[in-house]
Nanobody
Framework: QVQLVESGGGLVQTGGSLRLSCAASGGTFSSYAMGWFRQAPGKEREFVSGITWSTGRTSYADSVKGRFSISRDNAKKTVELQMNSLKPEDTAVYYC????????????WGQGTQVTVSS
């Protein structure tokens, strides 16, 4: 199993920045890619960004392109999400997730970290 622990959430004003971090442990050798998702109150969970461990290939939701940047450190088994130019609509609980080799879905999830952007 893969264990994921997020950190770095908090309260920030519109236009501010936050950096989220996700530390992976356990069966990380079976992890192919990592992703960040978010869920706002009353809304469904949505994909924010993803990155593969091997090539570092990234993907982003249209709503965060140009503002968020995902990176990974293979040696430390960490994934970070740099969030700039934050907007109130970015307010949500952010989750880190791991997708296994050959899997079409994200199999392991962290506990989530709250990001609140005040207007």
């Amino acid at each position: 199993q893969v264990q994921l622990v997020e950190s770095g959430g908090g309260l920030v004003q519109t236009g501010g920045s936050l950096r989220l971090s996700c530390a992976a442990s356990g069966g990380t050798f079976s992890s192919y890619a990592m992703g960040w998702f978010r869920q706002a109150p009353g809304k469904e969970r949505e994909f924010v960004s993803g990155i593969t461990w091997s090539t570092g290939r990234t993907s982003y939701a249209d709503s965060v392109k140009g503002r968020f940047s995902i990176s990974r450190d293979n040696a430390k088994k960490t994934v970070e999400l740099q969030m700039n130019s934050l907007k109130p609509e970015d307010t949500a609980v952010y989750y880190c997730a791991s997708r296994g080799v050959g899997s079409l879905q994200y199999d392991y999830w962290g506990q989530g970290t709250q990001v609140t952007v005040s207007s």
